[in-house]
């Protein structure tokens, strides 16, 4: 009877040879994942706003900051623009998934509601009609926004939400808050949807701050106690430079232990022009 022998063990230098490809092949891999992560970031770069409207009595200041996961990044945005009424709209948003696909959807989104904001200044009209038209797409995906209208002449400000985190606020006179204003669905999600809208009047300077659920949210760090964060920095510096407050907004996000994307959009207002 004749016992089976086992094969021999390969030679160190068949190992090695292994290895090397082994380690050629995660080389590969980190390349292209490396590429797609920069291509990403180009294009997420690309499709936010290379600047933010100069206007009288009115100073914005943005942040967008990277997903700290450094593999995925995000489609949150912010948008600013004068319409063709003279008004001011100003936006923000968040969009479903963490890929290339989710950035473009973004760039949509952006091209869309100001397409529409081209047809009409009501902001309820605005986002039911780009909802309609992000639908009629099939893409598959939805974003969250809330969406702005200022009216420097009458001072009028109305907003409408779609899923998205309300805005903070802050008055001289000492007022704030969270605004909870009623919303309607995210983007992209139930067809022919009617978007509420809640409409305030600027009387007195004060400052706004949009922000994405990055900024607030995170594991195990509920979004109520970041809006809290928030609402504390915003109070105490509803008169500062807006980049210094958009910078201080941003890094609440450091709090949450978040690992989502991030961004702020600070409008600040210095009152009407008699208020002395």
């Given at each position: 009877?004749?016992?089976?022998?086992?094969?021999?063990?390969?030679s160190a230098h068949q190992l090695l040879i292994t290895l090397g490809q082994l380690v050629d092949q995660a080389l590969e891999r980190i390349k292209f994942q490396r590429a797609r992560v920069e291509l990403a970031m180009a294009l997420?770069?690309?499709?936010?706003?290379?600047?933010?409207?100069?206007?009288?009595?009115?100073?914005?200041?943005?942040?967008?900051?990277?997903?700290?996961?450094?593999?995925d990044v995000g489609g949150d945005w912010y948008d600013a623009f004068v319409m063709k009424d003279g008004s001011l709209a100003?936006?923000?948003?968040?969009?479903?998934?963490?890929?290339?696909?989710?950035?473009?959807?973004?760039?949509?989104?952006?091209?869309?509601?100001?397409?529409?904001?081209?047809?009409t200044s009501d902001t309820r009209e605005v986002l039911s009609r780009a909802n309609d038209v992000l639908?009629?797409?099939?893409?598959?995906?939805?974003?969250?926004?809330?969406?702005?209208?200022?009216?420097?002449?009458?001072?009028?400000?109305?907003?409408?939400?779609?899923?998205?985190?309300?805005?903070?606020?802050?008055?001289?006179?000492?007022?704030?808050?969270?605004a909870l204003d009623r919303g309607g669905p995210p983007l992209g999600i139930v067809p022919g949807e009617r978007y509420p809208v809640t409409r305030r009047r600027l009387t007195e300077a004060g400052v706004l701050v949009l922000?994405?659920?990055?900024?607030?949210?995170?594991?195990?760090?509920?979004?109520?106690?970041?809006?809290?964060?928030?609402?504390?920095?915003?109070?105490?510096?509803?008169?500062?430079?807006?980049?210094?407050?958009?910078?201080?907004?941003?890094?609440?996000?450091?709090?949450?232990?978040?690992r989502d994307d991030a961004a702020v959009l600070v409008v600040r207002y210095d009152g009407p022009p008699d208020s002395g």
């Open positions: 009877m004749h016992r089976h022998r086992p094969d021999p063990p390969e997420q770069r690309h499709m936010l706003p290379p600047g933010l409207p100069e206007l009288p009595g009115l100073h914005f200041a943005a942040r967008y900051t990277p997903s700290r996961d450094g593999l100003f936006a923000i948003g968040d969009v479903q998934g963490h890929d290339v696909e989710a950035i473009a959807f973004m760039g949509q989104v952006r091209t869309s509601l100001r397409a529409v904001a081209e047809a639908i009629s797409m099939g893409c598959g995906l939805f974003a969250t926004c809330c969406f702005l209208r200022f009216d420097p002449v009458s001072r009028d400000l109305t907003v409408s939400r779609a899923g998205h985190v309300p805005m903070v606020w802050a008055t001289a006179g000492g007022e704030s808050g969270v922000l994405t659920d990055g900024v607030v949210e995170g594991p195990g760090y509920p979004i109520e106690a970041g809006l809290d964060e928030v609402a504390k920095l915003v109070r105490a510096g509803f008169d500062a430079d807006p980049e210094v407050l958009a910078s201080a907004v941003v890094k609440v996000a450091d709090l949450t232990g978040h």
